[in-house]
């Protein structure tokens, strides 16, 4: 059983950065960060394959965002920069087995309990 702990969520302002950290995640998974808004669906954010080879992200944060990992640590790391107000969700770390590319939050098998982000204007 993977157990995932997200951390590192707050209040910024607008244009403000932070760093979601994902502890006791697996070397061999597909890591990928989520985020879920109050009345919305849970929507793809980034991910990174176990090697740390690959790396994807939405259109929506591509260039603000970078998803790394430190597997001697098991930690998947979010930075984010360039805060925006529709940044504003809870944030899930979600691992998913034996690799690959995948942006459907389906596919993935472990989640971890979420953390708040919250960018005011």
């Known amino acids: 059983q993977v157990q995932l702990v997200e951390s590192g969520g707050g209040l910024v302002q607008a244009g403000g950065s932070l760093r979601l950290s994902c502890a006791r995640s697996?070397?061999?998974?597909?890591m990928g960060w989520f985020r879920q808004a109050p009345g919305e669906e849970r929507e793809f954010v980034a991910l990174i394959t176990g090697s740390g080879g690959s790396t994807a992200y939405a259109n929506s944060v591509k260039g603000r965002f970078t998803i790394s990992r430190d597997n001697t640590k098991n930690t998947v790391y979010l930075q984010m920069n360039s805060l925006k107000p529709e940044d504003t969700s809870v944030y899930y770390c979600?691992?998913?087995?034996?690799?690959?590319?995948?942006?459907?939050?389906?596919?993935?098998?472990?989640w971890g309990q979420g953390t708040q982000v919250t960018v005011s204007s």
């Open positions: 697996y070397s061999s998974y597909t």
């Open positions: 979600a691992a998913k087995g034996g690799g690959g590319i995948y942006i459907t939050p389906g596919d993935y098998d472990y």
